[in-house]
Structure formats: structure tokens, C-alpha cells
């Protein structure tokens, strides 16, 4: 199972960054009614928390970066069917 790691780490970062925002806004969102009121360290702390979070999932494989093994599966891959398949004609149905 080979990685493309340029790949991986682009698309990685994409969902990390997209994480740490999200959280941050969800911070934001459920802390304060006033901007002035935002606990801005605690928001930035949310946000570096999701984006480590994001990061350790991401090593568990992502679907948008396919591996070599995967896609040599599905170009392998042909359809199965049983041995006593019965195939049926239109004028039997009727």
C-alpha cells in the first residue's frame, strides 16, 4: 500500500485548517453575544485542539486521496455473478 504523501498532506491540511475555523466559529458562536466578549486564547485553543483532532483522523486515510492498492483493487475488480444465473426474456415475463 503505497501513499502519495503530497497528495495526503495538501488534502490534510485542507480539512485541518477547515476544522480549526470550524471550531473556532463554534467557540465564538456559543461563548459570547459581543465580539468584545469572545475569550479569544480559549477560541484559539478550540481551534488548535480540532485541527490536531483533524490531523490524527486524517492519518487513519482520507477518501479523497486514493492508494495505489485501492485503485489497482478497483480496476481489477470485475463483476461476480453465480454460476447458475437464470437469465430471463422479455417474452417469458408476459
Known amino acids: 500500500m503505497k501513499r502519495d504523501w503530497e497528495k495526503w498532506l495538501l488534502a490534510a491540511l485542507v480539512r485541518a485548517v477547515r476544522t480549526f475555523a ?47 492498492e485501492d485503485v489497482k483493487q478497483v480496476e481489477d475488480a470485475s463483476p461476480i455473478l453465480p454460476e447458475d444465473t437464470v437469465s430471463i426474456k422479455a417474452e417469458e415475463i408476459e
Open 22 to 68: 470550524e471550531s473556532m466559529l463554534a467557540y465564538i458562536g456559543t461563548g459570547a453575544v459581543v465580539l468584545g466578549d469572545v475569550n479569544w486564547i480559549a477560541a484559539l485553543s478550540a481551534g488548535a485542539f480540532g485541527f490536531i483532532v483533524a490531523i490524527l483522523f486524517a492519518l487513519a486515510g482520507l477518501p479523497e486521496v486514493k492508494e495505489e
